[in-house]
């Protein structure tokens, strides 16, 4: 297109798109319209192939810093100002205008010969003897329902595999490196991240199936066997601590085991209300973006099998230390209507 005539083009505004715009969200905007206004999904449709060149001659110029850099500039000098290219600038006969216009940028574009057919009676732009179709790329493979836009049919993408794997607690926690089956009778060795939760799934690009569409994916569920002692919720880790009577009601240091294999020493309140949970920060789960915490939960052992004795010692100390009702109104608090 000659560039004395880019004062009476908005390119901006025919791809819908800012003037600080980005290359990539021209790049956007120009597929968009493209795929939209393509003669080979409108046959016929003047207006439709009108659109199409303007889209197009809006891209060639944006898409090109240079030019665009000289768009905005003449742009910038108002409606008074004209431009005059020489023979290298982008209107001169090696430029992007001339008597070529439209015909001639697909052919810079695309790398082939210039021969011509007809839309309706307009210019088409037709492919040179390298063969190919320019627009699989253009369109990023898809094409239009499975096909490109000159209706040659696209293979459709392998479906992705799944797998399932079976690992322990302290596997989950670490990260480790397993063999996986696959419903085609092989396995695959994959390394799980640490942190890795229940139920989590896996994918591992390019490492399904192999077809005329390309390498698809292997998606891997993970379970993770239950701990005997830790409970997880999230990245946080719970476990319950047994203790005596006597240490619930006189208080003492309590030593809590973590999933390294080191010890915490936490203390625990005289007459601590059961079941109140004891916060250890940073000793939970470790992924790649977060460390969870351990929660210490205290739980009273109640003695079993006790001796006449004893039996006769603990209604003493009941009698010496009494607390009345512990259930008192729990009946009232309990009431839903």
């Known amino acids: 297109m000659a560039s004395e005539n880019w004062l009476e083009k908005d390119f901006y505004k025919v791809l819908g798109v800012s003037k600080d715009a980005s290359e990539a969200d021209i790049k956007k905007a120009y597929r968009k319209l493209a795929r939209k206004y393509h003669p080979d999904q409108n046959p016929g449709d003047e207006t439709a192939e009108k659109k199409f060149k303007e889209v197009s001659e809006a891209n060639t110029v944006l898409s090109d810093p240079e030019q665009r850099k000289q768009y905005d ?198 007459g601590q209300e059961p079941g109140t949970r004891m916060r250890v920060k940073g000793r939970g789960v470790k992924t790649k973006k977060h460390t969870g915490d351990l929660y210490v939960i205290p739980e009273i052992q109640v003695p079993q099998d006790l001796t006449a004795e004893a039996e006769d010692a603990l209604k003493k100390f009941t009698e010496l230390a009494a607390q009345g009702d512990p259930r008192e109104g729990l009946a009232e608090k309990a009431k839903v209507v």
């Open 73 to 270: 500039a003449i742009r910038a000098m108002g409606s008074g100002a004209r431009f005059s290219a020489g023979a290298g600038g982008p209107g001169g006969p090696g430029g992007a205008g001339g008597a070529g216009g439209f015909e001639d940028m697909f052919g810079d574009m695309f790398g082939g010969g210039r021969a011509r057919t007809t839309y309706g009676g307009g210019p088409r732009m037709q492919y040179g003897s390298a063969g190919g179709d320019p627009f699989a790329d253009l369109f990023g493979g898809g094409g239009f329902g499975g096909q490109n836009p000159f209706g040659a049919q696209q293979q459709p993408r392998n479906p992705d595999v799944e797998a399932s794997v079976t690992i322990d607690f302290g596997q989950s926690l670490e990260g480790a490196k397993v063999k996986v089956n696959r419903p085609d009778q092989r396995s695959t060795t994959i390394r799980l991240p640490e942190g890795v939760r229940d139920g989590q799934k896996v994918r591992l690009r390019g490492k399904g199936s192999i077809g005329p569409g390309g390498k698809s994916d292997l998606i891997v569920t993970v379970h993770v066997r239950p701990h005997e002692v830790y409970e997880r919720d999230g990245d946080n880790l719970t476990i319950r601590v047994p203790v005596t009577y006597e240490e619930a009601a006189l208080g003492t240091v309590l030593a809590v085991p973590t999933t390294d294999g080191s010890v915490v020493r936490l203390r625990l309140k005289a």
